[in-house]
């Protein structure tokens, strides 16, 4: 997949020129969705050093959001159980299209877009079947659906493009939930997450399972690295106090590796991991835990735990351009550079779980 | 298993009407600025620096009384381990700074094991006969399972362990393990009086305003509620169908419930600190914990033994429901008035 510059230096020479694009915008880095002090939700475009650029009304809470490769379309996704996915025309707050889920089912808050920009897949669940679903949304045609095909699992949560375009890469949680029963977890005594690989047809090309022991860590968030290691964060349901895991890599065609399983300091997280991200040169990866209000990070090479850092509430997290940037329920946004946590802005905002990368 | 008496529990009694006097007679006399200064320096001066100091003390009474005699059942030797583990659970929930530097908590305080990393580690250092035991500075680096007070409860109340292998070796592992408690003590509060508390006093790096020292301060009070509702009595209680009475905290030396007892006192003090700019709440609150800790001590059941048995379980139920109302009361009443507002993300779970 060509870099945005790339793209759009290539669409220029070639005389072909979008008639909008990102760079229109004042190149916001980050998309995170927010709730005001009084009480109203929000997408919010964010500039590299974390400041707000442009917000836009959203009907209700939030959760991830997902940007077109080339127009400054943004899709902002209801938080689970989803009846809405928004497309936001970032320069004009003009909104483009609401997505809504078929009948019998909801969306789970991600999604993510094709490299050519055709295509946006979302994660749903059908929920009297009990079944994980990617559903199929044409983005040249007003976003209509057009198929959709089984995640690999039940409660598909977050999904990634592989590195090289070419597929998918989901989160099957595991934990089945009905709207009847609100955000009630149905099925923690028999729950089996995955991650599974896709190809945009639906086929399964791979499929990972941790050890029995981990049935009940839920694989929830995604990280992709160039190389195609993909990094994983979990949820564990099982009793509190146990010692878990939250923060695995997988590599095609490889065992998962789990990160700093014998370090106490896991138990930092409460079992939560919340957004995972690795820094921009693939060395580390971080996961925050806004139950713990700390972010932890680790080095990929040894799966040693470099370091943990304190943030009230943090939770959203993503790459920047020198290191790692977070945000928190309480407005702040930081930055994590070489060991050194800064602070960047403070917004009367709570930022919500995710801080999406644009580029 | 035979277990020794402990010694009645005379907790000291609450300073309730002296902070409330102290907080009633400073709102009269100082100006608002002073009043807010107040509730960090008192939180670092009368609860916190204590708390390491008597820590500190205690430990290493309990270096010196293994140093004297390391028989297992030594009474004096069970004694000073019991003060010490009592001092350290009165600072147990002070989860930041210090204490978490090289793992310093973690090396007093290994719990909840799920795994039965201790007894594994103990196990196989006495086994091996290990010589690190002789070097009270190397012991330091030995597994995190293998040290500090639970590891130490093993050597003195598990009968199995005090059958295995040589005494020697044992008493040697012993006075390791209490050198080393009382070495990591040392090195938390040296952390406290060396610059922490002067960041906390005066933010400037660590914490950048005086509402981040409070944020600090109020999750100690959170997180120490969450785990006395979900560690120090959910394990235990487990589920209905499958109560966990061997999950109990510390119960090989009877400390389960003495343990929700002083954690109590200690949330108790901070909270009535946090809270001292708001009288009313304040009363409000010490009127929650004096009635929690009632609760608690009506029990009569020092290892939670009840769990498994419906009418005592439903009174530890009773108890843990009881704490969850104060952590709710603590999060919706003193967050705010703290200018600290309950997680938006941390709620969520998504």
Known sequence: MPSRRGFLAGLLAAGMAPAASWADLGSPAYLSAGKTADGRHLLAGLAEDGEILFTRPLPARGHAATAHPHRPEAVGFARRPGRFADVIDCRTGEQLSRLEPPAGHHFYGHGVFTADGSLLMTTENDYEAGRGIIGVWDARADYRRIGSFASGGTGPHDMLLKADGSGLVVANGGIETHPDSGRAKLNIPTMRPNLSYLDFDGAITEQVELEPELHKNSIRHLAIRADGTVGFAMQWQGDLGADVPIVGLHRPGMSPRLMAEDDPRLRNLNGYGGSIAFTPDGRQVAVTSPRGSVMQVFDCESGEMNGEYGLADVCGLAQSRAGLIASSGTGKVVELVQGQLRPLRSAALRWDNHLIRLN | ?350
Not at chain 2, 303 to 332: D, K, M
């Open chain 2, 1 to 350: 298993m035979m277990r020794p008496p402990l010694p009645q529990i005379s907790l000291p009694r609450m300073p309730v009407a002296r902070l409330l006097v102290a907080a009633l007679s400073a709102a009269l006399l100082l100006p608002p600025s002073i009043l807010r200064a107040d509730v960090v320096a008192q939180a670092i001066d009368q609860h916190i620096l204590p708390g390491y100091g008597a820590l500190v003390d205690t430990s290493e009474q309990l270096s010196e009384s293994a140093a004297q005699d390391c028989d297992p059942n030594s009474e004096p030797l069970r004694a000073a381990y019991g003060a010490a583990f009592d001092a350290w659970v009165r600072v147990s929930h002070l989860r930041f700074g210090p204490s978490e530097t090289d793992n310093r908590a973690f090396a007093l305080a290994f719990w909840p094991d799920s795994r039965g990393k201790t007894p594994k580690a103990l196990y196989a250092l006495i086994r091996a006969n290990d010589p690190i035991v002789a070097d009270p500075d190397a012991y330091s680096t030995v597994s995190i399972a293998a040290r500090g007070f639970y590891a130490l409860e093993f050597l003195l109340f598990d009968a199995d362990m005090q059958q295995t292998e040589s005494a020697a070796f044992r008493c040697q592992l012993t006075r390791a393990i209490a050198q080393d408690i009382a070495a990591t003590s040392r090195a938390i509060q040296e952390g406290w009086i060396a610059d922490y508390a002067d960041k906390m006093r005066s933010p400037q790096d660590r914490y950048r305003s005086e509402i981040e020292v409070k944020q600090e301060l109020f999750k100690a009070v959170n997180t120490g509620l969450e785990i006395l509702i979900d560690m120090r009595l959910g394990r235990p209680l487990g589920s209905f169908d499958k109560p966990r009475p061997k999950r109990a905290e510390a119960y090989r030396s009877g400390r389960s419930l003495r343990h929700v007892q002083l954690s109590l006192q200690a949330l108790e003090e901070l909270t009535l600190i946090l809270a001292q700019e708001d009288p009313e709440l304040q009363a409000q609150l010490a009127t929650s914990f004096t009635k929690v800790r009632a609760q608690a001590d009506r029990l009569e059941d020092p290892v939670f033994a009840g769990v498994t048995q419906p009418g005592p379980r439903l009174r530890i139920e009773a108890l843990q429901q009881s704490i969850r109302n104060l952590r709710e009361t603590v999060g919706l009443e003193l967050g705010p008035a703290l200018g600290v507002e309950a997680g938006f993300n941390s709620l969520d779970g998504d």
